[in-house]
């Protein structure tokens, strides 16, 4: 069921995505604006809102895929005034004659193109665009998306369980429904596609254990023994997944002089119901004591923070800080040179004194750095501290906005 403050009326209010003006200064400045994201995250809808006038296709539809394929010339002689190019990355000859058709006539937000697979995108883009195009990264929504049409989870179990793709919150679906539904079309579906795999369930379980390891380094060895498969074959799964946003891999930050410092990325999921789903969750309920409760209460701060500054439009600076005796900062982010933000995440209710250990540890073993230490917790508290600031899960405006002054 939705949280009981959402009404009839607010189900089917419009959700403005905040990326929204950030792409259309984007549009006023490029020829091309490309947005990327995980299929589902609503890059047709905000597409289609910023250019309403432009044509829509998409190279999804066989047909269109094939007209595009075998003869690019001519398919883009029928929209000379621009449009809507869907999963572009399907046809990749498509790239290097736009890159002709924008120099011809440079007008300002003509093509917006959108993928799903950021890697392909990107390096097209590199290839044959670059200087002509602006990228942008939508995901699904933000917390705080939610909340200013009132449809916002009302309890943390429930955001994690229900996740924060549009479509769960655009229609009158189960949560659990609609995400195994997307793990068997888009999941199965796009990675078969790269990655020609005829054992599937092999990939499932290798998926399924990626979400149990979620705030966890990546140990490839690990993770293909457990699988049972080799460990290059297990490196290319995970690219995959990377490339199709289905994971983050969020690096460690370190300096070439900080050899004590942990080199292995951690692994999180773009979505926390994604990753809830993978573990078995079928109801908010069956969050309450589950063991993982507390990396997907990470994974979803994790994705919040990165959605901050992809949604302004701001390369992702967010890493963790970790050395090998297991000092730990869950997220740590440069907002300027040699300025940071430490962000510890803690799914508990009450505030505990060892919360701020890891805060306080690495503040001390950086002077040299400004850091501002913040903590997320699971509860309602707010507190101004002398080592922290500490904000509930449900307001995390504060912290935002430090990361993205305007």
């Not at 809830?276 to 969750?281: K, N």
């Not at 005796?325 to 040179?337: K, L, M, R, S």
């Amino acid at each position: 069921m939705l949280a009981e403050s959402t009404t009839q009326q607010s189900r089917h209010a419009p959700i403005s995505r905040i990326i929204t003006e950030t792409a259309r200064q984007r549009l006023a400045g490029f020829p091309i604006l490309s947005i990327t994201g995980p299929r589902q995250s609503g890059k047709t809808t905000l597409s289609r809102l910023l250019a309403p006038d432009l044509a829509y296709l998409s190279l999804e539809d066989p047909d269109t895929r094939a007209f595009a394929t075998e003869d690019p010339r001519a398919f883009l002689r029928q929209v000379t005034d621009g449009a809507i190019l869907d999963e572009v990355q399907r046809v990749p000859e498509l790239f290097s004659y736009l890159q002709g058709v924008v120099d011809a006539d440079r007008r300002m937000g003509r093509f917006i193109l959108t993928g799903s697979s950021q890697f392909e995108l990107i390096e097209s883009i590199t290839q044959s665009l670059a200087g002509r195009a602006s990228m942008l990264t939508l995901l699904p929504f933000s917390l705080a998306e939610l909340q200013s049409v009132g449809r916002a989870p009302a309890t943390v179990d429930d955001l994690l369980y229900r996740g924060l793709f549009p479509p769960i919150y655009d229609r009158p679906v189960e949560p659990a429904v609609w995400l195994q539904d997307y793990i068997g079309t888009y999941l199965e579906r796009d990675v078969r596609q790269i990655l020609n795999i005829q054992d599937l369930a092999t990939f499932q379980r290798f998926v399924q254990l990626c979400a149990g390891r979620i705030g966890q380094l990546v140990n490839v060895t690990s993770l293909a023994a457990d699988t049972g498969i080799t460990r290059v074959t297990a490196e290319s799964w995970l690219s995959v997944l990377e490339a199709s946003h289905l994971i983050l891999l969020v690096r460690p930050w370190f300096t070439n002089t900080s050899k004590r410092l942990i080199k292995t990325p951690k692994i999180y999921f773009t979505d926390p119901g994604l990753a809830a789903w993978l573990l078995g969750v079928r109801k908010p309920e069956h969050l309450t004591a589950h063991p993982q409760r507390g990396a997907l209460f990470e994974n979803w701060v994790i994705t919040e923070l990165l959605k901050c500054q992809t949604n302004h439009g701001t390369k992702p600076t967010l890493h963790f800080l970790r050395d090998k005796q297991g000092h730990e900062v869950d997220a740590f982010i440069e907002t300027a040179p040699n300025t940071f933000h430490a962000i510890e995440i803690k799914s508990g209710e009450t505030i505990a004194s060892d919360f701020f250990k890891g805060l306080d540890y690495w503040r001390e073993k950086l002077p040299k750095q400004s850091i501002t230490p913040w903590l997320i917790h699971g509860g309602t508290t707010r507190q101004d501290r002398e080592n922290a600031t500490v904000l509930p899960w449900n307001d995390l405006s504060p912290l935002l906005s430090a990361l993205n002054p305007s």
